[in-house]
């Protein structure tokens, strides 16, 4: 039976044309790049004008609305899918950007993420406005597979707990992200 764990001190199932050490620094920068983009500076203005948001409506559970976020972009990683990105950002955001070109290297590599499990271990609202959200936010990336085009895969190291200021805003869509900091 074929065993997907290398022996000890062979690495020869990397993907063609990417060290293991390159890979490990790509997954633990590339993941949580959303969590990582810093913010433009100064107030966001999204592109977009936030759908109005009914003074009577109750508060979002926004650990459920930053995981589906998070898993909205596992998806679109395991798909390798780009457009699929603007489920999670808000059109023509910086952070948007970022995920769009870290996805794009991954994909000009052969690779494709899968099964990314994005652990949000604690959301606290740090400013609410009607269509506008800043959250501390904080994660780690629990486990990944990355798979070549020869359906090889390798499983792809976890990191620590990190703590990121996100700013959401509510679209006709839905919540999405604007701008990441910290």
């Given at each position: 039976?074929?065993?997907?764990?290398?022996?000890p001190g062979?690495h020869r199932s990397?993907p063609?044309?990417l060290?293991?050490?390159?890979?490990?620094?790509l997954?633990?920068?590339?993941?949580?790049i959303?969590l990582a983009?810093?913010?433009?500076?100064?107030s966001?203005?999204?592109s977009?004008s936030?759908?109005?948001?009914?003074?009577?409506?109750?508060a979002?559970?926004w650990?459920?609305?930053?995981?589906?976020l998070m898993?909205?972009?596992?998806?679109?990683?395991?798909?390798?899918?780009?457009?699929a990105?603007?489920?999670?950002h808000?059109a023509?955001?910086a952070?948007?950007?970022?995920?769009?070109?870290l996805?794009?290297?991954?994909?000009?590599?052969g690779?494709r993420?899968?099964?990314?499990?994005?652990?949000?271990?604690?959301?606290?609202?740090?400013?609410?406005?009607p269509?506008?959200?800043?959250?501390?936010?904080?994660?780690?990336l629990?486990s990944a597979v990355?798979?070549?085009?020869?359906?090889?895969?390798?499983?792809?190291?976890?990191?620590?707990p990190?703590?990121?200021?996100?700013?959401?805003?509510?679209?006709?869509?839905?919540?999405?992200?604007?701008?990441?900091?910290?």
């Amino acid at each position: 039976m074929p065993s997907s764990d290398p022996s000890p001190g062979r690495h020869r199932s990397s993907p063609p044309g990417l060290p293991a050490l390159g890979l490990v620094v790509l997954l633990a920068a590339g993941l949580a790049i959303v969590l990582a983009v810093p913010s433009t500076g100064g107030s966001h203005q999204p592109s977009t004008s936030p759908a109005p948001v009914p003074a009577s409506s109750p508060a979002p559970d926004w650990l459920a609305v930053v995981r589906e976020l998070m898993q909205r972009r596992a998806d679109a990683y395991a798909r390798s899918s780009p457009a699929a990105l603007a489920r999670v950002h808000e059109a023509g955001s910086a952070a948007m950007a970022a995920d769009r070109a870290l996805l794009r290297s991954w994909s000009a590599r052969g690779l494709r993420v899968h099964d990314a499990v994005v652990r949000v271990a604690g959301v606290r609202p740090l400013l609410l406005s009607p269509g506008r959200v800043v959250l501390r936010v904080v994660h780690r990336l629990g486990s990944a597979v990355a798979v070549g085009r020869d359906g090889a895969r390798r499983a792809l190291p976890r990191d620590r707990p990190q703590a990121h200021r996100v700013v959401l805003v509510r679209t006709e869509g839905g919540w999405r992200i604007a701008a990441v900091s910290g």
